[in-house]
């Protein structure tokens, strides 16, 4: 396989905790794409966020390992903003992708976020580096303010209407058997082990 055939997906994210939607999310690309390999980013902190992950860095990696233990695609955890120890943008993060993978870079992200796009930091040094996978329902259209070299590859997944900060409010309020219906089973048991999010 030729560097340019190499596509490498990159999923960034808290993951705090990482669900169910995240896993799927990422086979979605992974088949939709036509990706060698997806890698999950987890952020340190990440800079659109108005507060910090509620679970420590070790924790979060350590979830995330468990979450895809059994997947049925390829897959790979980067420790690279983690270990930073700041918050990082991904601008920063994909040139320095790019020289770890080779290839060309695919940025894993749901419909949701393609509106923000232009917001992101360096966005069109960004989209030079990187072209997008977007998870779409169907007859989503593409918002008229991503910025224009914005390279955007459209994958069918129905996207769930679960978030972590769900989850965590469902933990919190102890109702576990609930938070589990969105939770690897494995990553359910890690969270009553450490007491997270209680």
Do not use: Q
């Amino acid at each position: 396989m030729s560097v340019e055939e190499t596509r490498i997906g990159i999923m960034g994210g808290s993951f705090d905790p990482v669900h169910l939607a995240h896993v799927s999310l990422g086979g979605a690309a992974f088949r939709g794409a036509g990706l060698k390999k997806v890698v999950f980013l987890p952020a340190y902190s990440a800079p659109l966020r108005s507060s910090a992950p509620k679970a420590g860095a070790l924790d979060r990696l350590e979830m995330l390992r468990i979450a895809l233990e059994e997947v049925d695609y390829p897959v790979e955890i980067s420790e690279l903003e983690v270990k930073s120890g700041e918050v990082r943008y991904s601008v920063d993060s994909a040139r320095e992708l790019s020289g770890i993978y080779g290839g060309r870079l695919f940025w894993i992200i749901g419909g949701d976020h393609l509106v923000d796009l232009h917001l992101w930091r360096d966005a069109e040094e960004l989209c030079e580096l990187v072209s997008f996978v977007c998870a779409a329902r169907p007859g989503f259209c593409k918002p008229s303010n991503i910025p224009k070299n914005a390279d955007i590859h459209l994958v069918d997944f129905e996207e769930s209407d679960i978030s972590s900060t769900f989850i965590r409010k469902l933990l919190s309020e102890k109702k576990f058997s609930e938070a589990g219906k969105y939770l690897n089973s494995g990553v359910l048991k890690y969270i009553l082990e450490k007491g997270l999010y209680i």
